[in-house]
């Protein structure tokens, strides 16, 4: 008897926080203010140094190279950069703005 409560309070907690992984992912995908935060950041901080970089000069793969780089270079925190990298890849392609 004992050995079925404690298989099935296994079974329960495996799929609750699985299911929270996956509402976790969700939200992350979902979050409409991600690429309004990296737009600012990216006006706030890219043009810094050099002239500010248009986010169609690069593909999504170049700019995953590119911005961990710049990361490095101005010293610019992961979350800052993970949404700069949001706002980047969302308005480079330009099949979607056409
Ligand atoms: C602290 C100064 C500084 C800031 C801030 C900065 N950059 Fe740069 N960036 C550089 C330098 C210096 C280079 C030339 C390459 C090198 O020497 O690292 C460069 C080069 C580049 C290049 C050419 C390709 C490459 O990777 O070398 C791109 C694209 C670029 N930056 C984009 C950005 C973006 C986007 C941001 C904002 C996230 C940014 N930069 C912020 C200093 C900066």
């Avoid at 050099?50 to 961990?68: C, M, Q």
Wanted: hydrophobic residues 45%; charged residues 30%.
């Amino acid at each position: 008897m004992k050995i079925i409560t404690y298989i099935m309070a296994a079974a329960l907690l495996a799929s609750f926080s699985a299911g929270m992984v996956v509402e976790a992912a969700d939200k992350a995908k979902k979050d409409p203010m991600q690429t309004i935060r990296g737009a600012k950041a990216w006006a706030q901080n890219c043009g810094r140094c050099h002239n500010i970089r248009a986010p169609k000069e690069l593909t999504d793969e170049e700019w995953e190279v590119s911005a961990t780089h710049m990361r490095v270079r101005a010293n610019i925190p992961g979350d800052v950069i993970r949404d700069i990298i949001v706002f980047l890849k969302a308005s480079n392609n330009e099949k979607v703005e056409e």
